[in-house]
């Protein structure tokens, strides 16, 4: 990937900033670090260190659906104000908007989408070592969990980070539980199969040919629509 300009660095470290005091704000602590990565129409922010002292037990007292439950209805209030954010600092039109947990790294994710007038970098399209192979194996664990994809994408955001999104994923008894109202249930359930698949699965690091620090998925159920992350470590020897 090429270096950054300095009007890309500043952009990013305003992200950055005002992110990580609305995250202070909120929950009483901050993220340690938090990397922002920018490819239209994309935005991904990592999060790294993000546990305040009361989750922290929570987490011991095997508590972590509590934990989740909690930062959803937080990022409610949250989400509206990030993406006016992104739109002062970018001018991207966020229409989609995710986020997920690594409660055992203490990480989490954001991922924005931004409207179709915002058209993805040449860069973010190119073919890369492996792709086929990863659209596969995320197939073949969608398909295990609910059905294969209607439609799978990936692009490299940049080195260490992988944004696959996939399209058309929903069963009838998953779209008949979201009409019930239990979207959220349904959601942890997905969340805990996909994971659990996602982790246990040798192939992705074989595939990337780099060591997977962290791996996020979320889900927008109204657009049958996923996205997965996937944060690497290429500088590991």
Same mark, same amino acid.
Request: charged share 20%; hydrophobic share 40%.
């Given at each position: 990937?090429?270096?950054?300009?300095?009007?890309?660095?500043?952009?990013?470290?305003? #992200?950055? %900033?005002?992110?990580?005091?609305?995250?202070?704000?909120?929950?009483?602590?901050?993220?340690?670090?938090?990397?922002?990565?920018?490819?239209?129409?994309?935005?991904? #922010?990592?999060?790294?260190?993000?546990?305040?002292?009361?989750?922290?037990?929570? !987490?011991?007292?095997?508590?972590?659906?509590?934990?989740?439950?909690?930062?959803? !209805?937080?990022?409610?209030?949250?989400?509206?104000?990030?993406?006016?954010?992104?739109?002062?600092?970018?001018?991207? *039109?966020?229409?989609?908007?995710?986020?997920?947990?690594?409660?055992?790294?203490?990480?989490?994710?954001?991922?924005?989408?931004?409207?179709?007038?915002?058209?993805?970098?040449?860069?973010?399209?190119?073919?890369?070592?492996?792709?086929?192979?990863?659209?596969?194996?995320?197939?073949?664990?969608?398909?295990?969990?609910?059905?294969?994809?209607?439609?799978?994408?990936?692009?490299?955001?940049?080195?260490?980070?992988?944004?696959?999104?996939? %399209?058309?994923?929903?069963? %009838?008894?998953?779209?008949?539980?979201?009409?019930?109202?239990?979207?959220?249930?349904?959601?942890?359930?997905?969340?805990?199969?996909?994971?659990?698949?996602?982790? *246990?699965?040798?192939?992705?690091?074989?595939?990337?040919? %780099?060591? #997977?620090?962290? #791996?996020?998925?979320?889900?927008?159920?109204? !657009?049958?629509?996923?996205?997965?992350?996937?944060?690497?470590?290429?500088?590991?020897?």
């Amino acid at each position: 990937m090429g270096f950054l300009d300095n009007h890309e660095k500043q952009t990013q470290y305003e #992200i950055a %900033s005002h992110i990580g005091r609305l995250l202070r704000e909120a929950f009483g602590k901050g993220p340690q670090s938090i990397y922002v990565s920018i490819h239209r129409p994309f935005i991904v #922010i990592y999060l790294k260190n993000f546990l305040s002292q009361t989750e922290k037990i929570l !987490l011991q007292q095997d508590h972590s659906c509590t934990v989740q439950h909690t930062r959803s !209805l937080v990022m409610e209030s949250l989400v509206p104000e990030i993406k006016a954010y992104l739109m002062l600092f970018t001018g991207m *039109n966020i229409r989609e908007f995710y986020y997920d947990w690594g409660l055992h790294n203490y990480s989490g994710v954001f991922v924005g989408i931004a409207t179709e007038g915002d058209s993805v970098d040449q860069s973010t399209q190119e073919w890369y070592a492996g792709k086929d192979e990863i659209h596969r194996e995320m197939e073949s664990i969608s398909h295990l969990i609910q059905k294969i994809p209607d439609e799978t994408h990936s692009y490299f955001i940049n080195e260490r980070t992988l944004l696959v999104i996939r %399209s058309g994923i929903l069963i %009838s008894i998953g779209k008949e539980l979201i009409r019930l109202g239990f979207e959220e249930s349904l959601k942890l359930a997905q969340r805990n199969l996909e994971k659990n698949h996602l982790f *246990n699965n040798n192939h992705f690091q074989k595939i990337l040919k %780099s060591p #997977i620090v962290d #791996i996020f998925t979320d889900w927008n159920s109204h !657009l049958d629509k996923s996205v997965i992350v996937f944060i690497l470590n290429p500088s590991h020897d």
